[in-house]
């Protein structure tokens, strides 16, 4: 099963969810802060720890301004992993990931959540962030996606996650039944 796992990030506008992707995905960072406008993805593939498996991501990086939220929640249908980033230097921008956190439940979205906060070379623990994330069963990381401090450990455990995933529906089976053949004399109505 040569599976691509979509994993998008959501989160307030200027928290560095285009840097975190892009790091992940090119190894590079920038400076200058360009608003994403829609959506923009990257691929990556992953090699899993003591194995040979390769994981395949499709990165999707989503506009952070409010205005954006409607289109936004098309980009996240059927994603494996969400990541909800937040900055570690702005308060504000992680009640914005928790109220993204609170539309994903409330639309009952069953893919891995990861609460990420990032701009770690700024600002190193964020407690309220940490207690949120234990309260509400989120996987917590923080990176630097300037750094790129934790960023390698955030797509092993998102890679992994979707390996999981995997396996499951890898054993998953399905039974196809051939249709009877029909009468030729006996209508059917549409």
Known sequence: MNKVFKVVALGATAVGKSSILLRAARNQYTDGHQPTIGAVYYRKTVQLP????????????????????????????????????????????????????????????????????????????????????????????????????????????????CNKLKQHTQSAKVLIVEPKEYIKDKKFCC
């Open 50 to 161: 003591k194995t040979e498996e390769v994981i395949k991501l499709e990165l999707w990086d989503t506009a952070g301004q409010e205005r954006y939220n409607s289109v936004t929640q098309l980009y996240y249908r059927n994603a494996c992993v969400i990541l909800i980033v937040f900055s570690m230097d702005d308060a504000d921008s992680l009640q914005k990931a928790i109220d993204w956190n609170n539309v994903l439940i409330e639309q009952n979205s069953d893919a891995t959540r990861c609460l990420v906060g990032n701009k770690s070379d700024i600002c190193k623990k964020c407690p309220r962030a940490e207690q949120y994330a234990q309260d509400n069963n989120l996987k917590y990381f923080v990176v630097s996606a300037k750094m790129g401090n934790g960023v390698e450990e955030l797509f092993q455990h998102i890679a992994q996650s």
